[in-house]
């Protein structure tokens, strides 16, 4: 595979695809609990093979294609912007699903990303060698948009696709090196803050490998939708639509994909209810 | 309270009519995007315009990566006009509904 936007070698009938979950619990958050559930929504929606990565401690339930074990390491903490309390973050080692992947064409998400469409599926028809999600649409009326106030815009590890050719290996060594020389990267995109994030490395290693130009084609072209408040509850009571209960307020939004910030809501029974409510429907 | 009360209080906090019409807008901007020929295209009225105007049947039109996709203009209008409408109906029907659930 050559240059960016190449759409050669369409010999791809025959490549695997899968979906990768990055799953490490910590003091807080049972992560694991959020992959087994999240992973329904995707067999549901995308029909595919999903593998996870987790410790060697954590108990899966979902019936998982692959379950690959991995000893933990990395010390990350992150600002709970919810409970405004500070917390243990596993967010380490995300560049190995390169290797860990044993697809041809994998879908990295996020297992706070609620899959509920089969728009994905759309560019995995495409030729590519990897795409990053670029723009997240908030429910909230502003999110930041840049790794820090003089630095350039960041990218959404949230939803990462790639297919295994040079550039993509490229790309994900180049997010390990990022990861593993945090603090001079850090300094060099001017990031607030410390604590190591893989929205920043990910849109680093791409600005890199795109000589050092933040605009890209490796992007998927559309919003996600993040909803950033806490969440109460999540109801699919009407047709083609879903109701998000907030605190203090709900919105309604289309049946479509959306990424829930809020791990307490994603950890609770309630979000157990909507994921029966949404495979019975 | 009975069920329909529980339904017209759920509904009535259900009410953040500006955010629910922004997000429906943006979830329609991604329905718009279809594959054709190993290329990208997001269907606008500027390109279904475009191509129902050329004047050759095979053609090649730019998609959303910027590379040149070689397109049978027939059949690239009937997909991109179905999708277009497809879309915008759809759009019409649940934007109504958001009007009707801003009603109760």
């Known amino acids: 595979m050559t240059g960016i936007n190449n759409i050669m070698n369409l010999e791809d009938s025959a490549e695997s695809k899968g979906v990768v979950f990055f799953a490490h619990n910590t003091v807080d958050v049972d992560y694991v609990r959020i ?10 929606h995308l029909n595919l093979p999903i593998t996870l990565v987790t410790d060697t401690e954590s108990q899966p339930e979902h019936d998982y294609d692959h379950v690959v074990r991995v000893e933990y390491k990395g010390n990350n903490f992150r600002n709970d912007h919810i409970s405004k309390e500070v917390k ?22 996020d297992t706070d990303y609620l899959v509920l469409d089969d728009g994905l599926l759309k560019l995995m028809e495409l030729d590519y060698d990897y795409r990053v999600m ?19 815009p960041y990218l959404w590890a949230t939803v990462v696709m790639f297919r295994k050719c040079p550039r993509s290996k490229m790309f994900f060594d180049l997010v390990g090196r990022i990861q593993r020389n945090w603090a001079y990267y850090r300094n060099l995109f001017m990031v607030d803050g410390t604590s190591y994030r893989n929205d920043y490395s990910f849109a680093m290693a791409n600005i890199i490998l795109n000589g050092y130009c933040s605009t890209s084609k490796n992007i998927i072209p559309w919003k996600m939708f993040t909803v950033v408040q806490e969440v109460v509850r999540m109801d699919t009571n009407l047709k083609d639509k879903i109701i998000v209960r907030l605190s203090d307020l709900a919105i309604t939004i289309p049946k479509h994909n959306v990424h829930i910030m809020d791990k307490n809501f994603l950890t609770s029974e309630a979000f157990e209810e909507f994921v029966e409510e949404i495979l019975d429907v | 309270m009975t069920e329909i009360d529980n339904i017209v ?18 979830h329609i901007q991604t329905e ?29 039109i730019e998609d959303t990566y910027e590379n040149p996709i070689k397109v049978d ?9 179905q999708r277009y409408q497809a879309v915008m109906n759809d759009w019409h029907q649940q934007y109504n509904e958001l009007r009707r659930l801003r009603r109760v």
């Open chain 1, 35 to 44: 992959a087994d559930l999240s992973a329904r929504l995707v067999e549901q």
């Open chain 1, 88 to 109: 243990q973050w596993k967010n380490h080692g995300r560049y190995t699903a390169y290797e860990h992947s044993p697809y041809d064409n994998t879908l990295l998400i």
């Open chain 1, 134 to 152: 670029e723009n997240s649409n908030s429910s909230a009326e502003t999110m930041p948009a840049r790794m820090g106030q003089v630095s350039l």
């Open chain 2, 9 to 26: 209080a759920e509904i009535k906090q259900a009410t953040d009519y500006q955010a629910n019409r922004r997000i429906l807008r943006e």
């Open chain 2, 32 to 60: 718009l995007h279809m594959t054709y020929g190993n290329g990208l295209f997001k269907i606008t009225p500027e390109l279904i315009a475009f191509v129902a105007t050329w004047n050759c049947d095979e053609m090649y």
């Open chain 2, 73 to 81: 203009r027939t059949e690239f209008l009937e997909l991109a006009q």
